[in-house]
């Protein structure tokens, strides 16, 4: 599991216990806190978030490909462009087979060769369609799931893996969790509302489209469309919610595969577990036991024909992506409609982010190569390291917090691991073959490799130098089983940071970024996990009781935040996130003020240090969505909207109060009794 927080930044230099730590930087002309992209009109006691990214919001409409813009999407676009650049050569020139820039080119290649892939229609699939016709007994639609799964076909019915054990982390287990839905959500399908019904029609269509671009008469689209709608409907009900998942105790169930196969009679996964590549296991774990026996009642329940007709839709659906553009076209508008998204974004970019989510480890090699420097990873490093130290001194000085319980709190921050950049050891794909003349094909080949390397671990000890993130990816992640932090290359970069920018821009930035992902450590999730990564309690009983009472203060000051006027945050499903911004932020700011310019009052472009360190962390979140997407972000995303992500955590912030003189009366005023404080 990891817990991502969307992006991040790096510092150019601190200190260290106290002591100076100094690195001459560049000088530097850029406005790394700029007035213009501020409305100077709002107090920022009455809206932070206005204040300091509202000119930049107006004057930076979101893009028509995109369906929300902010400093995100502006980084992600610049990371897309320097892929392209670097697929752009390799795929013009021949190079050896299975090297790294023969596969990295060939794949670019073979997937911008709209041309044949456009003659060849949905002839890739049909094999697969004309298997699924010639089934006939249930046995048949059982194992059609176990090949579909196997042969990198579909992910029918439930989701089926291979990871850590929770509670024994060096040991990697077998592990089945729900699925067998199309929806963004459970709650699309038994929610009954104007969007829901919009989504629900969208999709329904979806179906009827691609039936009958392959074939299928349109009023039999259109039964076979209800028919998968009901299935999954039923599925959905069977399913948890996202906010009952975040229990990891609630999802951590592990039985001997004997006893499980009795809670479902038609699913024997005795014989099952071998067929899917994970022979001889004794016991396997299961996120949610009582979806699959209503999973296997519904397989007794249904007809044959219907589970014919579902497990095409499984491959229809899963193909789409991958056919001629009427396939592409017809998915683009389903998904617009859960999105807003206008226009489809340029083949090329959806290629390039295609190459670097299946290749991510050889072209990560190329772009590491070019656009990262050994010094960006000695700053991060130190930085990480003087993170740490603020940290556990805001852990000693806990008011609410035992000795006992600080002690095992300390253990674990220091047993936290960091990986910056890139990997130490690469994924060398072994054995992966790509054809510069098989798009289709290599798609194939690429899941069916990561499939069989999946379960390949299943006897292995759990390798902890593996990534979960390439390296260009504009994100940072916390894993509680690995108790580690991640900060992949792509976000090394401004806003998060750059190396001409003064100190409080930094720490604001890629600080609190940093300071978020070791907060997640001790999150309402994090905080489950010992010092080794493994599921178990070290709180006393009052600890924990005391923690509970401030994250549920967190969890109702983001339940009164609403987006689109009256749809609520949901302060439940993102109180991990919420959590760690107020964590980070706190952490960073301690930090910062250890600096020196952190004891200064030296204004730079008419700000304090203070005002800067507050802005920067604001502008990290300038950003702004369509409403489809917010809509849908509400029921699915673990973050709170950027607005509520840049004004939230500074309300219980005393400092914040003092360099923006915010006073009874704004809109934003906490009482210092109300503001609160975790960590």
């Not at 936290?416 to 072994?430: M, R």
Request: net charge positive; with cysteine; glycine share 6%.
């Amino acid at each position: 599991m990891l817990i991502g927080l969307l992006f991040l930044s790096v510092c150019a230099f601190t200190i260290d216990g106290g002591k100076k730590g100094k690195t001459k930087k560049p000088a530097s002309h850029k406005k790394f806190i700029d007035p213009a992209n501020m409305d100077l009109s709002v107090r920022p006691g009455d809206d932070f978030f206005e204040y300091a990214d509202g000119n930049w919001v107006k004057n930076n409409p979101i893009p028509s490909k995109e369906t929300r813009w902010g400093s995100f999407g502006v980084l992600n676009q610049e990371n897309t462009d320097r892929l392209l650049a670097l697929l752009h050569d390799v795929s013009k020139t021949k190079h050896p087979a299975g090297s790294l820039e023969q596969r990295v080119g060939d794949l670019y290649a073979s997937a911008m060769d709209s041309l044949a892939i456009e003659k060849r229609g949905y002839d890739p699939i049909k094999p697969s369609l004309d298997r699924i016709d010639k089934i006939t007994d249930l046995n048949g639609i059982i194992n059609e799931v176990v090949f579909e799964r196997t042969h990198a076909e579909g992910d029918p019915l439930f989701r089926f893996g291979v990871g850590q054990d929770s509670k024994h982390p060096t040991k990697n287990i077998a592990n089945l969790n729900q699925g067998g839905t199309s929806l963004p959500d459970r709650d699309n399908y038994l929610k009954s509302n104007p969007r829901n019904q919009k989504i629900q029609d969208a999709y329904k269509q979806y179906i009827v489209t691609l039936f009958t671009l392959t074939g299928t008469d349109n009023d039999a689209a259109v039964k076979n469309a209800a028919t998968i709608f009901g299935i999954e409907t039923a599925l959905a009900k069977a399913q948890l919610s996202r906010v009952a998942m975040r229990d990891p105790h609630v999802t951590y169930n592990k039985f001997s595969v004997a006893e499980f196969s009795k809670t479902t009679p038609h699913l024997n996964w005795v014989e099952l577990m071998p067929e899917m590549k994970v022979p001889g296991q004794d016991t396997l774990l299961v996120a949610q036991p009582d979806f699959f026996k209503a999973e296997d009642a519904l397989l007794a329940s249904t007809s044959i024909d219907d589970w014919k007709v579902y497990l095409k839709w499984n491959i229809l659906k899963g193909s789409a992506n991958a056919l001629s553009s009427r396939f592409v076209d017809a998915d683009f508008a389903y998904s617009s409609a859960l999105s807003g998204q206008k226009v489809q974004v340029p083949r090329n970019e959806r290629m390039s982010r295609l190459v670097d989510r299946s290749l991510g480890e050889l072209l990560g090699q190329l772009y590491v190569a070019k656009y990262f420097t050994p010094a960006a990873k000695a700053y991060m490093v130190n930085l990480v390291n003087n993170l740490k130290i603020t940290l556990g001194e805001r852990i000693k000085n806990l008011a609410w917090m035992s000795e006992e319980t600080k002690a095992r709190a300390l253990k674990k921050l220091a047993a936290f691991s960091v990986k910056i950049g890139y990997p130490d050891k690469w994924q060398t794909y072994t054995g992966l073959v790509i054809d510069r003349n098989d798009y289709f094909g290599n798609l194939k080949r690429i899941s069916e490799w990561r499939y069989n390397y999946s379960v390949s671990q299943i006897n292995k000890p759990v390798d902890k130098k593996r990534w979960g993130m390439t390296p260009p990816t504009v994100n940072a992640s916390y894993s509680p089983t690995n108790n580690e932090i991640t900060f992949p290359a792509g976000i090394l970069q401004f806003p998060f940071f750059d190396f001409g920018a003064d100190d409080a821009v930094n720490y604001g930035g890629i600080g609190a970024v940093i300071g978020h992902e070791m907060t997640h450590g001790f999150d309402d999730e994090g905080r489950q996990y010992d010092a080794d990564g493994t599921l178990r309690d070290w709180w006393t009983k009052e600890d924990a009781d005391k923690f509970k009472m401030r994250a549920d203060q967190v969890v109702a000051q983001y339940n009164g935040f609403t987006v689109l006027d009256t749809i609520h945050v949901n302060g439940k499903l993102t109180l991990g996130e919420n959590l760690a911004d107020l964590g980070g932020l706190n952490v960073a700011y301690a930090a910062f003020k250890k600096t020196k310019e952190g004891h200064s009052h030296k204004k730079i472009g008419g700000f304090t240090p203070d005002q800067r360190f507050f802005l920067s962390w604001a502008q990290v979140w300038r950003s702004s969505q369509r409403p489809e997407a917010a809509a849908q972000r509400i029921l699915t995303d673990p973050h709170s909207p950027e607005q509520y992500r840049a004004n939230a955590p500074v309300t219980n912030i005393d400092a914040w109060y003092a360099a923006f003189n915010v006073q009874p009366g704004d809109k934003m005023y906490k009482k210092p009794d109300d503001r609160i404080k975790v960590w």
